[in-house]
């Protein structure tokens, strides 16, 4: 009983800044209606800023060209002046993120925020990655750490700190939004916008002032806070998922609740990590039962709260380019097939190991075309999904001796029973809720399973056994032969199949069903779709293509490794496929061509060094593709040569106008003028 007291008293540290995230989370939301997947990163940029300044004196550069710190001061700096000077910065980026992001999106709906939030997220993460590295950093401890006795029960007095400044960053953010002038007006802007301009406010204002009042919070929280959480961008930056969590049960509304149970949240985790220790606690879980309770806290408010069908008036039609039906679907797939295979023979070494990467991350972002581009629900766990399937690989071709082609399918067939279960919130939950609930649920698969030694094969890895079909040999092989093309040709074939069944399933009725459902969930419904059946029916086909991926992913490395499956690998490979074209299979390909060691990233990275660059660029692309070019690559691509050949076809002296463009969705998808009306 003494221990468990004491490991509740000790998550308050973690507690502490969840329940500040919380906040800044809320404050973001209340004006402008973004849910910032951004907010950890805020902090993580504040913490570094913070670090510099109190340990040294030298603030933090983010500018290229110049060194990576300034100094400012005379020696390590005040704490109090580090802290004044860091919540300035804090406030500056965050009236920066809006003015240069979330502006231009402030008519957009809140999925396109969201989105363009995690490029917020890649961008800081990416920038401080290059400028500072990715070792943990050490931070002087800010509060006493002492200890103090209770009942019995030592008590360290610095988690009580940390709780208390959470509460007093409550009661600050009470005052402000409930005895101010801009409380008020704040509250008036999110009841009524249009009201609140016909007496003079200006909702663009008030919105900057509250995205400065979040990122000042965030900053400040990640600069307490950081001396009792290991400071490394990618660490820092996922707290916001249980932030997330905790904003949730909250509403985004009451700051009191948000409060409360973060540091309820964070003591949780403290208790379920000192759990794992004890010799009743079943060890095959392994040590992540911590990461679980977000999900669960997530997946218990969502669908208590949520509804089969949205509420009337409230349309579910996202800021998505329009998936268009494949043309020349024949004459495209023997063209793509003869120049792959080609470019197999023609290439070696690491290029042709590049070019079987692109094949395999083609298949993984066909996953993302159906589950997103065409069922429209924004899914962060499909690379996670990726790595369930490709240990079960090993362990069905190393423990069970199962054989290609069975392992594989089987494999990825597993993958799809569990996206079945990470669809089924989509019943009930949708948008931006949805995506949370994702990548909580890739947050946990990745400490679940893939940090689990009894089943991701320990620090060498889970060995795989290479395909054989009919005594032919189709590993990728090793030494001098190494990447052999028998297994690229096996790669071509899985894509080649792949693609013509996502080309299929687009102009079949079960695809024209994905985009009613896409577009308005009640019409598609009224029009005698079943809504849910069609989400989960979407969840199992691309969870079974991206299982079919990490398949391959699992052949091709031959030693598979939980680390390689994490969860900011799936957001950035959401990200990749988004800016090449969500909706598309060209979009696919373009996505394998320019993922994380695909052909035109090595091409470009054995140039320029591109690879340390990578996550930057990403989340720059990522911003300007939602607020500007939301087709990406594949649609841009697609729509002049759509142009082209209808030119072609088009007899010589007729008009340009005539019947509807073929390539549109179909008309089942459209939102009926009724469901317009609020």
Known sequence: MTQNLTFLILGLGNGAILAAFGLSLAVFHRSSGVVNFATGAIGMYAAYTFNGLRSAGTLFNPIFGLPSEVSVYSGPMPTWLALVVTTIISVLLGLLCYVLVFRPLRHARALAKAVASVGVLLVLEGLVSLRVGTDPVGVQPLFPAGRISLGGVRIPTDRLWAAGFAVVLLLVAVAIYNFTRFGTVTRAVVESEKGSVIVGVSPERIALANWGLGAGIAGLAGAVVSPLVPLTPSGFTLLVIPALAVALVGGFSSLVVIVIAGLALGAGQSLLSFQTTQSWYPHWLGTGAQDLL???????????????????????????PEARAPRH???????SFVVGLVLLFVLSGGYRAALITTLVLAVLALSFVVVTGYVGQISFAQYSLAGVSALLLSQMTTNWGVPFPVAPILAALCAGVVGIVVGLPAVRVRGVNLAVVTIATAIAIESIYFHNNSLNGGTGGAHVTGPFLFGLDLRIGNGHGYPRVQFGILCLIVLTLVALGVANLRRSRLGAQMLAVRANERSAAANGINVARTKLVGFAIAASIAGLGGAMLGYEQTAVSGDSFDALTSILLFAVCYIAGITTIAGAVIAGLVGSNGLVFVIIDRQISFGNYYLLVTGLLLVVAIIRHPEGAGGAIQEPLGRLATRLRRPPGSPPGGSADPIREPVATQVPAAEKVH
């Open 294 to 320: 977000p999900l669960v806290v997530v997946l218990v408010v969502l669908m208590l709260r949520g509804t089969s069908l949205p509420t009337r008036g409230l349309l579910t039609v996202h800021d998505m």
């Open 329 to 335: 679907v024949g004459v495209t797939t023997v063209v």
